[in-house]
């Protein structure tokens, strides 16, 4: 797990840590001391600790124009013990919906589990974010995550979508993609 470094190629657009307006701002990384785990498996330095033990995240792009973030997810998505949504939903989503964020991508490619404990801070979210013309939507959850996300039927409340290449996407070209489908699914 030491290896799954969070994405950076847009590093030259955005960094969390340089960001007044980010949860992660000042904070100072080290590229050799190994120190956060996820179940005694040390995860690169570069992951940010919002208060989960199981999840992390980092912060690719937020941008305060467009109303929009786009954060990538490490690790085991577990409501049922860590109630991760609701800490994520506090420390981050809240953090940014503050500063006029209002559409959320998460990268989910590297949630290796999701345990559900019910759908309140799905729906909690969905409803806040309707509210202000807003949605948040993971991309590229893994089989296995994803199969028990929907059967806890929190897909009504945030959208799951497959995009492999997000990466050779510019920012706001990933926004348009992610805003065509979920235009798509309203058509349908």
């Not at 470094?5 to 992660?24: A, G, K, L, M, T």
């Not at 990384?29 to 989960?52: C, K, L, V």
């Not at 506090?90 to 991508?105: C, D, G, P, W």
């Not at 059967?151 to 993609?177: C, D, T, V």
């Amino acid at each position: 797990m030491h290896t799954l470094e969070p994405y950076y190629n847009w590093q030259h657009i955005y960094v969390s840590e340089h960001d007044s307006r980010s949860p992660f701002f000042g904070k100072e990384y080290s590229e050799f001391a190994f120190s956060q785990t996820i179940y005694n498996y040390y995860i690169h330095p570069q992951w940010d600790d919002f208060g989960s033990r199981t999840l992390y995240c980092k912060v690719l792009l937020s941008d305060y124009e467009e109303g929009y973030a786009v954060i990538e997810l490490l690790g085991e998505w577990n409501d049922a013990v860590e109630n991760d949504i609701m800490i994520f939903k506090r420390a981050v989503l809240e953090h940014f919906q503050n500063e006029s964020i209002r559409k959320f991508i998460l990268i989910a490619e590297n949630v290796l589990n999701f345990h559900s404990d019910g759908t309140d801070y799905y729906e909690e979210l969905s409803a806040e974010l309707q509210e202000i013309n807003g949605w948040a939507v993971c991309l590229n959850m893994p089989q296995q995550s994803e199969i028990e996300f929907k059967q806890a039927g929190n897909h009504h409340f945030m959208e799951l979508f497959n995009i492999p290449e997000w990466r050779s996407y510019r920012p706001f070209h990933l926004l348009n993609k992610v805003e065509s489908l979920l235009g798509a699914r309203l058509l349908r």
